[in-house]
């Protein structure tokens, strides 16, 4: 027994020399900017004919490269290094890579939902760095969007931007956060502005997948998919808590924002956690000085001594009211029992202070009086709980699964009172959103296999009411949604086959089922309807096909055709709002999904370190659209709504529409730190009218693009920069962009237009210490006043940045 158990104690001892020595053995490699791990490191030794890769943690056993010279160390976006194994063990296993100054190649994530190089999907993907992100200092997650050069924001108030991409948007655009889909039964097909709800500061990465997106993500992905990934938990190789984190303070001139941030990561062997908190107080906007006169606020309405007074306002070119705040929460915990399982929990919270919706006040009544007295969106709430569980077992069926549960809170109000009148109404909306998503792959070969199911479901609730706000007598209103659950259940295929070592072939094909139960009740007590409930169930199927070539040289050419689709929400069949003056949007229950087929190619070339250039040319057709269109109930054309009689519409599969354009981007590395890049961007669309006519459409915004030089040297980063965007005149403005004269300029003949515009901007980092840097900037130089096409929110005028981080 005695010699039994020495023996044991001898194993154990021996085990732990191994794995002493091993870990002694494990290269761990980072970042040299962020100090980060960096995934998906390739190893390489000619002599041996060995390759070995990193894991998430940037962690390689380099135990077989013992006594090994030449070892080559390369991962995507950065330098590659060779170095003997003698050096990596003076540099105690630990090596840190240089960023690429030019990479065509980089990982992403939006393609299939798995990390990837770029060079494997035949789609367009943009991704934004983290280091412009710190240098721009966008003040929300729209703004963000906008610095890529590439996405067209739209703003109806201060607390919004709807991203307008390749012709599309709000619902016809995918967000997802961390891979779970934000889109929620009761987006809807005008500007939106839910983006806001998720925290620039917060984010590590953002990609934008242009195109269908719909075998992997859905109904709605027909425009573009926006991925978001939020800031990582990361492990350390020690036993030993690793603590890092980053304060952050900002202030502008133009709002007189005052934003402070901080976040903190902690990180052992297993266990990791990463806290972000985020507030923001954004003041009344200040438009430009030079610009078209029918910008300026002149008036602004103000409750005094109970009543509705319209004041003068002292300076026209302060848009009142338009100010708000907001606050963002971010928690993450995560936990590996071994190397091939990790176990996620993220929590996710925003909420917005009540703010104005600016271009609603803008409208006129004939006597040439505002409309409204008050017109505020309530506070956006955003909430997300989200567990994932990831696991690696090389079998027959796959080699990684990632199971994802999330349940997210959405909650939105509106709020509006008519000028002199005294009831102030307000309609609520609620949804917890529900979602399920399994995906797997499996490498065979040269063929590579992502699957997957999807399981989602919106419960919706929406409540009106009204208070007298004299007597304080209450009263009821139509809610805006009848109670409503949307759910859709899918299962798909993403197929990869290299032909050769330069040519990838990609199919993928998508099921889809979904069902809308809506329950009318809360909305009989206003309306003579001839139905109490209303019942969708659909399916859609989707494919696509990809073809694309990447030569020595460094050419990448793509070809890709795909469709898209979205599926009927409670906001299409259920939906009661006042859209304009004397008209009306209601239910309809007779509704198809809408498909969108779309073809495009893709070149890229990067010329050694050098330059680099993209171009991408697209067409897109979207069948049976879902449209507002006049319509009757119970025969008639007209209802009184909200004490007037109202124009009857809804929302029909009724129209087509067509999209196409190309982007064209190019980037020079000049001599000295230097470097430049300009990108533009041209789409032109049409839709279908009631009549069968065409128009322009809608959300196909104007010509736009975005022209930079930079310099970069030690601990000092410059750039000037001009975003720009080309006229819409009246013949080719939308038909419903017409009738809104209060937001658009006037041309010579009197007809509204939106003019072309541009904005000169400066902007300078500095790392004073190691651990402190601040940036500056100047944004629109020349103080212009112009209006973002479609927009009720004047740009800024000029503007002062400042912001001071400190890392820790």
């Not at 040439?368 to 567990?387: C, E, I, R, T």
């Not at 070339?605 to 009757?632: C, H, W």
């Not at 459409?697 to 736009?704: E, T």
């Amino acid at each position: 027994m005695v010699n039994f158990i020495m023996h044991k104690i001898i194993l154990v001892f021996s085990l732990l020399g191994i794995i002493r020595i091993s870990t002694a053995q494990t290269l761990v490699v980072l970042n040299h900017s962020t100090s980060k791990p960096i995934e998906f490191v390739k190893i390489r030794n000619a002599e041996l004919h060995l390759e070995l890769h990193s894991d998430e943690k940037g962690n390689i056993d380099i135990s077989r490269l013992k006594a090994v010279r030449d070892i080559e160390i390369s991962s995507l976006g950065f330098k590659t290094v060779k170095m003997d194994y003698e050096d990596i063990e003076k540099n105690n296993f630990e090596i840190s890579l240089q960023p690429s100054v030019m990479s065509i190649d980089e990982i992403v994530v939006s393609a299939t939902r798995w990390s990837q190089a770029s060079s494997s999907v035949p789609s367009k993907i943009s991704k934004i760095s983290t280091k412009d992100v710190l240098l721009q200092n966008p003040q929300t997650a729209a703004d963000l969007l906008g610095n890529s050069g590439e996405v067209f924001i739209q703003k109806s108030q201060q607390g919004g931007g709807s991203p307008m991409i390749r012709g599309f948007s709000a619902n016809r655009l995918l967000y997802t956060i961390d891979g779970v889909r934000m889109n929620t039964a009761i987006f809807r097909s005008g500007n939106i502005q839910n983006v806001i709800s998720i925290d620039p500061f917060s984010l590590e990465n953002t990609e934008v997948f242009f195109g269908p997106g719909s075998i992997i993500y859905g109904s709605d992905a027909i425009g573009a998919v926006m991925s978001f990934s939020s800031l990582s938990t990361n492990f350390y190789s020690n036993e030993k808590m690793t603590i890092e984190g980053k304060i952050n303070a900002r202030t502008s001139s133009a709002n007189q924002e005052l934003t402070n941030h901080f976040d903190l990561s902690m990180g052992w062997k297993r266990w990791a956690t990463v806290s972000s908190f985020t507030h923001s107080r954004f003041g009344d906007l200040r438009m430009g000085s030079k610009g078209p006169n029918e910008y300026l606020s002149n008036h602004y309405v103000q409750r005094i001594d109970s009543l509705d007074r319209i004041i003068h306002n002292s300076d026209p070119r302060i848009q009142r009211p338009s100010g708000y705040s907001q606050m963002n929460l971010m928690q993450k915990f995560k936990f590996s029992p071994s190397q091939n399982v990790s176990l996620k929990y993220d929590f996710h919270y925003s909420e917005s202070s009540d703010f104005a919706r600016y271009d609603r006040l803008l409208e006129k009544q004939k006597s040439g009086l505002p409309v409204y007295a008050v017109w505020n969106y309530g506070p956006q709430k955003w909430m997300m709980n989200h567990f994932s569980f990831d696991l690696k077992n090389n079998n027959k069926i796959f080699d990684n699964m990632a199971v994802q549960l999330a349940h997210q809170y959405f909650e939105e109000s509106r709020i509006d009172r008519r000028l002199y009148a005294t009831r102030l109404r307000t309609n609520v909306e609620k949804v917890h959103a529900y979602s399920v998503n399994v995906d797997f792959v499996k490498n065979l070969s040269k063929q590579k296999i992502y699957y997957g199911l999807e399981f989602v479901l919106n419960d919706v609730n929406s409540k009106g009411s009204a208070v007298d706000i004299l007597s304080l007598n209450g009263s009821q209103v139509p809610a805006r949604y009848p109670l409503s659950i949307w759910n859709s259940y899918a299962a798909y295929i993403n197929y990869q086959y290299h032909l050769s070592k330069h040519v990838l072939l990609q199919a993928g094909l998508r099921y889809s089922i979904f069902k809308i139960e809506s329950d009318f009740s809360n909305q009989l007590n206003f309306f003579n309807f001839d139905f109490t409930k209303a019942n969708i169930k659909n399916s859609a199927f989707n494919s696509s096909i990809g073809l694309l070539y990447k030569s020595s040289d460094g050419w990448k050419i793509s070809l890709n055709g795909s469709t898209g689709f979205r599926a009927p929400n409670v906001d299409d069949i259920g939906k009661i709002f006042d859209f304009a003056a004397g008209e009306i949007v209601v239910p309809n229950s007779n509704l198809k999904s809408e498909y969108a087929y779309n073809g495009e190619l893709i070149l890229s070339k990067q010329i050694g370190e050098l330059v680099k250039f993209d171009m991408s040319a697209f067409y897109t057709y979207l069948d049976n659209s879902m449209v507002r269109r006049p319509f009757k109930i119970e025969g008639k054309d007209s209802v009184l709504y909200d004490g007037v009689l109202s124009k009857v519409y809804a929302i029909q599969n009724a129209a087509f529409a067509t999209v196409y354009g190309f982007n064209f981007g190019v980037e020079f590395n000049l001599t000295g730190g230097f470097k430049f890049m300009s990108r533009i961007n041209y789409h032109l669309g049409k839709e279908e009218l009631n009549d069968g006519t065409t128009s322009p459409a809608r959300h196909a915004a104007p010509a736009f693009g975005m022209s930079r030089l930079s310099f970069s040297k030690d601990n000092l980063d410059l750039q000037f920069y001009s975003h720009y965007s080309a006229a819409v005149s009246n013949a080719m403005l939308n038909e419903e962009e017409k009738q809104k004269v209060f937001i658009y300029a006037k041309d010579r003949n009197g007809n509204p237009y939106s003019p072309a515009w541009y904005s000169m901007n400066f902007k300078a980092m500095y790392q004073f210490l190691p651990k402190l840097s601040c940036s500056a900037g100047i944004e629109n130089i020349t103080d212009i006043r112009y209006r973002p096409y479609s927009s009720g929110l004047v740009a800024a005028g000029r503007n002062l940045v400042f912001s001071i981080m400190g890392h820790f």
